[in-house]
């Protein structure tokens, strides 16, 4: 058994899943290995300019913070962590690290002209309230560009272990108020926000063969906490590795969503926000 979930963290930034900081640096740079082409290419295609000012929800390692703090130097970025062992702050002047629970934290309306999150809001009970907070501290104009994990239905998948292992994840992240669904309600979310322009792409999340495997870094950072509950044994974890290294293993475990949208431009005759 293993003890109540705090309300309002998720399971990684209590450390509750695994205490080990190198673990959970493989995590996320796993993570950004495998998706930040992805998310670079889409922030690319808004009209960023040099002055903007930035919020990085949930910064993780840090990569797409840093990436805007070089793509817009006349401008800044906060990158915002529950747990930010994982950032650091000397790697630009226009950079700022901050702690914070984003559940709790507010900003001034109207602050940033970019907010980027990427499977953030699939750990935050309070998600829905959130993203229509975080739609208010965008200027007008500004951008909300947010990037969940939508699992497809884990009794789909063809391999039996992959089933056991993703339905035993999900079951603990859910412990903490995880969802790995929400993300279907994503692009209603921030047109429900008060947002225009809604726009929406996905990037599919392989296991197997087909290029670096985020996924192994994942399962073994959760793997204690589910190995302890009886979810999953030593047996399955080593299976796992194993599934990974066949080269004829390819599964689809996951859709990323990621979605965007801007805070209307002021005509001459509204209101100040
Ligand atoms: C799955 S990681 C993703 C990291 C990064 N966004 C990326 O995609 O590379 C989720 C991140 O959200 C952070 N996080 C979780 N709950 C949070 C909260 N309530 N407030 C701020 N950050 C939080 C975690 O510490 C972790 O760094």
Same mark, same amino acid.
């Given at each position: 058994?293993? @003890?109540?979930?705090?309300?309002?963290?998720?399971?990684?930034?209590?450390?509750?899943?695994?205490?080990?900081?190198?673990?959970?640096?493989?995590?996320?740079?796993?993570?950004?290995?495998?998706?930040?082409?992805?998310? !670079?290419?889409?922030?690319?295609?808004?009209?960023?300019?040099?002055?903007?000012?930035?919020?990085?929800?949930?910064?993780?390692?840090?990569?797409?913070?840093?990436?805007?703090?070089?793509?817009?130097?006349?401008?800044?970025?906060?990158?915002?962590?529950?747990?930010?062992?994982?950032?650091?702050?000397?790697?630009?002047?226009?950079?700022?690290?901050?702690?914070?629970? !984003?559940?709790?934290?507010?900003?001034?309306?109207?602050?940033?002209?970019?907010?980027?999150?990427?499977?953030?809001?699939?750990?935050?009970?309070?998600?829905?309230?959130?993203?229509?907070?975080?739609?208010?501290?965008?200027?007008?104009?500004?951008? @909300?560009?947010?990037?969940?994990?939508?699992?497809?239905?884990?009794?789909?998948?063809?391999?039996?272990?992959?089933?056991?292992?993703?339905?035993?994840? &999900? &079951?603990?992240?859910?412990?903490?108020?995880?969802?790995?669904?929400?993300?279907?309600?994503?692009?209603?979310?921030?047109?429900?926000?008060?947002?225009?322009?809604?726009?929406?792409?996905?990037?599919?999340?392989?296991?197997?063969?087909?290029?670096?495997?985020?996924?192994?870094?994942? !399962?073994?950072?959760?793997?204690?906490?589910?190995?302890?509950?009886?979810?999953?044994?030593?047996?399955?974890?080593?299976?796992?590795?194993?599934?990974?290294?066949?080269?004829?293993?390819?599964?689809?475990?996951?859709?990323?969503?990621?979605?965007?949208?801007?805070?209307?431009?002021?005509?001459?005759?509204?209101?100040?926000?």
């Amino acid at each position: 058994m293993t @003890l109540k979930p705090p309300v309002g963290t998720s399971p990684h930034s209590t450390g509750t899943v695994d205490e080990g900081a190198a673990r959970e640096r493989g995590r996320l740079e796993s993570i950004q290995h495998n998706v930040d082409a992805f998310t !670079i290419g889409l922030i690319q295609d808004l009209p960023v300019e040099a002055s903007w000012n930035c919020l990085e929800l949930g910064a993780g390692a840090g990569s797409i913070a840093y990436w805007l703090a070089e793509r817009c130097p006349d401008g800044r970025v906060v990158a915002a962590d529950i747990d930010i062992r994982y950032l650091e702050a000397g790697r630009a002047a226009n950079l700022e690290i901050q702690e914070a629970d !984003i559940t709790r934290e507010d900003y001034a309306p109207g602050s940033f002209d970019l907010i980027h999150a990427r499977y953030l809001f699939c750990h935050l009970p309070t998600r829905d309230e959130v993203i229509r907070r975080a739609a208010d501290w965008l200027s007008p104009g500004g951008w @909300l560009v947010v990037e969940e994990p939508y699992h497809l239905p884990v009794e789909t998948s063809p391999f039996p272990l992959v089933q056991r292992i993703l339905a035993a994840y &999900q &079951q603990k992240y859910g412990e903490y108020g995880a969802d790995m669904t929400w993300a279907r309600s994503l692009p209603a979310h921030l047109a429900r926000s008060g947002l225009s322009e809604v726009s929406y792409s996905g990037n599919l999340g392989c296991m197997g063969n087909l290029g670096a495997d985020r996924w192994l870094p994942l !399962i073994t950072q959760a793997a204690p906490a589910l190995i302890a509950d009886g979810l999953i044994t030593e047996k399955d974890l080593a299976a796992f590795s194993d599934l990974l290294k066949d080269p004829a293993f390819i599964d689809i475990p996951q859709v990323t969503i990621s979605a965007w949208a801007r805070r209307p431009l002021e005509t001459p005759n509204s209101p100040p926000p």
